[in-house]
Protein backbone atom coordinates (compact mmCIF):
# COMPACT_ATOMS: atom_id res chain seq x y z
CA UNK A 1 0.00 0.00 0.00
CA UNK A 2 2.53 2.81 0.82
CA UNK A 3 4.71 1.75 -2.42
CA UNK A 4 1.01 2.75 -4.32
CA UNK A 5 0.79 5.79 -2.16
CA UNK A 6 4.32 6.88 -3.02
CA UNK A 7 4.39 5.78 -7.06
CA UNK A 8 0.59 7.68 -7.29
CA UNK A 9 0.64 11.31 -8.50
CA UNK A 10 -2.01 12.66 -6.02
CA UNK A 11 -4.01 11.58 -3.67
CA UNK A 12 -7.23 10.68 -5.30
CA UNK A 13 -8.20 6.88 -5.25
CA UNK A 14 -10.55 4.79 -6.74
CA UNK A 15 -11.85 1.54 -4.55
CA UNK A 16 -13.13 -0.68 -7.07
CA UNK A 17 -15.87 -3.54 -5.73
CA UNK A 18 -14.42 -1.81 -2.24
CA UNK A 19 -16.55 -4.56 -0.22
CA UNK A 20 -16.53 -3.34 3.63
CA UNK A 21 -13.78 -0.85 3.02
CA UNK A 22 -10.72 -2.74 4.33
CA UNK A 23 -8.29 -1.55 1.68
CA UNK A 24 -9.76 1.78 1.01
CA UNK A 25 -9.51 2.71 4.94
CA UNK A 26 -5.95 2.25 4.62
CA UNK A 27 -5.49 4.49 1.81
CA UNK A 28 -7.40 6.98 3.90
CA UNK A 29 -5.24 6.36 6.73
CA UNK A 30 -2.64 7.12 4.79
CA UNK A 31 -3.64 10.88 3.80
CA UNK A 32 -5.77 10.07 0.29
CA UNK A 33 -9.10 10.59 -0.13
CA UNK A 34 -10.75 7.69 -1.06
CA UNK A 35 -13.97 6.98 -2.84
CA UNK A 36 -15.58 3.63 -2.92
CA UNK A 37 -17.43 1.75 -5.74
CA UNK A 38 -19.77 -0.88 -4.68
CA UNK A 39 -22.28 -2.61 -6.13
CA UNK A 40 -24.25 -4.28 -2.98
CA UNK A 41 -26.21 -1.41 -1.26
CA UNK A 42 -25.83 -3.11 2.36
CA UNK A 43 -21.82 -3.59 1.85
CA UNK A 44 -22.01 0.41 0.96
CA UNK A 45 -23.77 1.10 4.43
CA UNK A 46 -21.16 -0.54 5.86
CA UNK A 47 -18.75 1.59 4.63
CA UNK A 48 -20.47 4.34 4.93
CA UNK A 49 -20.62 3.70 8.18
CA UNK A 50 -16.78 3.31 8.81
CA UNK A 51 -16.36 6.34 7.36
CA UNK A 52 -15.49 5.93 3.27
CA UNK A 53 -17.74 7.88 0.74
CA UNK A 54 -19.11 5.04 -1.80
CA UNK A 55 -21.18 4.93 -4.63
CA UNK A 56 -23.51 2.15 -5.48
CA UNK A 57 -22.66 0.57 -8.69
CA UNK A 58 -21.28 -1.85 -10.42
CA UNK A 59 -17.26 -0.69 -11.93
CA UNK A 60 -18.42 -1.93 -15.76
CA UNK A 61 -21.91 0.54 -15.32
CA UNK A 62 -20.41 3.44 -13.00
CA UNK A 63 -20.74 7.10 -14.18
CA UNK A 64 -17.37 9.03 -12.98
CA UNK A 65 -18.96 12.13 -14.01
CA UNK A 66 -15.64 13.58 -15.34
CA UNK A 67 -14.10 12.60 -11.90
CA UNK A 68 -9.99 11.22 -12.61
CA UNK A 69 -7.93 9.50 -9.92
CA UNK A 70 -4.79 9.31 -9.21
CA UNK A 71 -4.77 5.52 -8.57
CA UNK A 72 -7.43 2.70 -9.03
CA UNK A 73 -7.36 -0.05 -6.93
CA UNK A 74 -9.48 -3.30 -6.58
CA UNK A 75 -7.56 -4.97 -3.16
CA UNK A 76 -11.40 -6.78 -2.29
CA UNK A 77 -13.30 -7.27 -4.93
CA UNK A 78 -13.50 -11.02 -5.85
CA UNK A 79 -16.43 -11.07 -9.11
Do not use: Y
Request: hydrophobic share 45%.
Amino acid sequence: MTAIVAASPGPEVLDVGCGTGIAGRQFQAAGCTVLGVEPDRRMAALVRQRGLEVEVAKFETWNPAGRQFDAIIAGTAWH
